[in-house]
């Protein structure tokens, strides 16, 4: 008899499939003595679509809304069924007599590999690996400590909850917004208040009115002090006040009133979650949350070099203390190399800031692996996230940073002056980064010079002269837009999403074309500005959402019951169906191009797409549409006279008229393309293909007209 083992992907199997001694490869499974592996290529299944369950839905009509099956329905996903099939037939293989579920160890993969199981009506024994990383060592001594399948079923019943109130709401009001303002508009329980956060910052921006005020400063010589008003503000709105006041005081010498020193310790951040490691890849190099999301999973899985990437934990589990040594020599390269050996050989100190295991949910913080590093075969995108989270992990076993604080307040003539200053005297764990730290506090303290110049020593009712004093001009900046770094602080501040799936909601936003970048921020779109106003204001603000989170968290815990939760949904679905379809709003396109349709005259739509932007024809009854890369020409067509589009490819210029088919080339000049040229022209596009037919057959076509 032998067991079935499941994992996610097939990179993953083929690794647990080497650990396990299994050699007999076939294409969609490795076997072996003791041991079959397979693999998912991630979902296998999944929900049924709207028309499995009534064949009206396929049509979208808002009188079909809400639908609201009695019981989710499972289907094989079609573009992975080849792969279903082949696990299904091992699954009934008469000589499997046990499952080992290798899926990833979160609430996703459970979720794969049970409906997969219920698919396929599995009946026999289960039990679960639970790892953190990939390593060797890592997958013999989780399959030493496999743990019953049952262990995980509320793990199970909140992914399954997730996803059925993702399908009730999410497929719901997307097809209410859809049909009732006849424009392909979506909306889910996460990305529908994510967007709100952006469009509220937004609305913060539009709202502010930037005014213009002074800063008085006194140049000590060495040092600068900066004008406190009567409440601590060193912002002088009365633009004629803060000259007047510089006039006053010109010759006036300064005097000691207060001087306080204090020594700060700072201690080290914690280790990394992925929220936390995706906003400083963000921040220090720009890498979007979803880039972030791949690099990392390239370095867990095919180098093996950090542990697993979808966690919310920032400490590590007591069971790894014994473990940390060997981490560090393991890391023991490259830039890391004297200080990684250096800690290796002294007693870690390990304290409740790196160590704790109530802070722990199912996986702890991101840290490097045992298996030895080779930076040789990174990226340099693995390179700079690894250096990441290498350098915070080393950070971890380091002193605090301490420093040297000194806050000064001094009087010339009858106003108060103040000036700060700050020493580091002992680097501690910043020795990580080469002294070279830097964060968000950080970059906020040396935006103004002031808050890090070194003091001179003095004392109280010292007198001291005033080198000059001059007023400086600025105005009030309206909030910043989000970045992806700060949008994911507010993501996770209000428990929208998960760690694993915050990623991907940014980027469905950025895909439906209700958000865009622009440079490292985010903003809404016209047609995201008009979509927050028509959905309902329970779905458009964090409340609600983080409020189900908790509720699944609860589930997994065991804590709320499933089916109490669901029916809370489908109530919730329902009503926000009927708001929609009670709603008197209107939708205007925020996309109308200046293009004219050339067969119904209508202005077109300019939509974004990966192939590139496209204008579409809004008139249901015409549907044309184009790419809006291409030209359009005053060449008349010969047969229906509408303009030609214009187009170049390797051969030269042509025109073409989609509609009738017709092709006419002209080469740099305007004259007649010569016959080599013809016939490589006709030979570059017989490859590719046009809307509704060949090019290279309709250039061979009107080329035989032509020489008739």
């Not at 993702?166 to 979506?186: H, I, M, Q, Y």
């Not at 890391?331 to 109530?358: H, N």
Request: proline share 4%.
């Amino acid at each position: 008899m032998k067991i079935l083992v499941l994992a996610e992907k097939p990179s993953v199997g083929r690794e647990i499939a080497r650990v396990l001694g299994c050699r007999d490869n076939h294409k969609h499974y490795i076997e072996g003595s003791e041991y079959i592996v397979t693999w998912a290529l991630g979902h296998l299944v999944g929900l049924a679509e709207p028309e499995f369950y009534d064949k009206k839905y396929q049509q979208w009509n808002l009188e079909d809304l809400p639908m609201m099956p009695d019981k989710m329905q499972l289907t094989v996903l079609r573009e992975s069924s080849h792969q279903f099939k082949i696990v299904q037939q091992l699954m009934k293989r008469a000589d499997v007599k046990e499952l080992i579920v290798a899926t990833d160890a979160a609430r996703e993969g459970e979720l794969l590999a049970r409906w997969i199981m219920q698919k396929v009506n599995w009946r026999k024994p289960f039990r679960r690996l639970w790892i953190s990383s990939q390593t060797d060592k890592a997958i013999k001594e989780g399959f030493k400590r496999l743990r019953p399948g049952t262990d995980f079923d509320r793990l199970y019943e909140s992914a399954r909850c997730r996803a059925e109130a993702d399908w009730l709401v999410g497929l719901n009001v997307t097809r209410a917004l859809t049909c009732k303002f006849e424009t392909p508009l979506s909306a889910g329980r996460v990305q529908t208040p994510t967007l709100g956060i952006v469009m509220q910052r937004e609305k913060d921006i539009a709202a502010f009115r930037s005014q213009e005020f002074d800063q008085l400063i006194a140049d000590m010589g060495g040092y600068e002090a900066m004008w406190r008003g009567a409440n601590g503000d060193a912002r002088e709105f009365d633009l004629d006040a803060a000259k007047k006041r510089m006039e006053k005081l010109a010759n006036e010498r300064a005097v000691i009133t207060d001087l306080k020193k204090s020594k700060r310790q700072e201690p080290h951040p914690l280790a990394y979650d992925l929220t936390e490691l995706q906003r400083d890849a963000n921040r220090r190099f720009g890498f979007s949350a979803k880039q972030t999301s791949n690099v990392l999973q390239r370095l867990y899985e095919q180098h093996k070099a950090v542990t697993y990437p979808r966690t919310d934990s920032r400490h590590l589990s007591s069971d790894m203390t014994g473990t940390l040594k060997e981490r560090l020599e393991a890391m023991a390269a490259g830039p890391y190399a004297a200080l990684a050996r250096t800690l290796a050989k002294r007693t870690l100190p390990i304290t409740k800031r790196i160590v704790d295991d109530a802070k722990v949910t199912d996986h702890h913080a991101i840290i490097p692996t045992d298996e030895p590093l080779r930076l040789a075969q990174f990226s340099p995108e693995e390179r700079k996230l690894y250096d990441l989270i290498a350098r915070r992990f080393l950070a971890l076993f380091l002193p605090p940073t301490e420093w040297e604080q000194v806050a000064l307040t001094l009087r010339i003539g009858d106003e108060t002056f103040a000036a700060k200053g700050r020493t580091v005297v002992e680097q501690g764990w910043r020795q990580a980064y080469d002294n070279d730290w830097n964060d968000e506090e950080e970059e906020g303290r040396s935006a103004d010079a002031r808050e890090t110049e070194r003091i001179p020593r003095l004392n109280v009712n010292d007198t001291v002269n005033v080198k000059r004093l001059y007023v400086q001009r600025d105005r009030t900046r309206p909030p910043a837009r989000h970045t992806e770094a700060s949008i994911l602080t507010q993501m996770e501040k209000h428990g929208l999403g998960t760690p694993a799936t915050r990623a991907d909601v940014i980027e469905k936003l950025v895909s439906s074309d209700t958000i865009e970048r622009e440079g490292a921020h985010l903003k809404p779109t016209g047609k995201g500005k008009q979509l927050i106003e028509l959905v309902s204001s329970e779905l458009r603000t964090p409340e609600l959402t983080a409020k189900w989170e908790r509720e699944l968290e609860r589930i997994a815990r065991g804590e709320r019951r499933s089916g109490d939760f669901m029916q809370q949904i489908r109530e919730m679905a329902k009503q926000l169906v009927q708001g929609v379809k009670a709603s008197q709003a209107e939708y205007k396109p925020h996309n109308v191009s200046h293009s004219h349709c050339p067969d119904c005259n209508t202005r077109m739509l300019e939509r974004k797409s990966k192939r590139g932007k496209t204008l579409v024809c809004p008139n249901k009854e015409c549907g044309y549409k184009r790419s809006a890369d291409k030209q359009l020409s005053n060449r008349r067509c010969p047969q229906c006279r509408k303009r030609m589009e214009m187009k170049t490819g390797k051969s030269g210029k042509f025109f073409q008229c989609l509609p009738c088919n017709v092709i006419e080339k002209l080469d740099g000049a305007g004259g007649k393309v010569k016959k080599h040229e013809e016939r490589k022209l006709v030979k570059q596009y017989t490859k590719q293909e046009s809307l509704g037919s060949n090019l290279g057959d309709l250039l061979k076509a009107a080329l035989a007209k032509q020489d008739e």
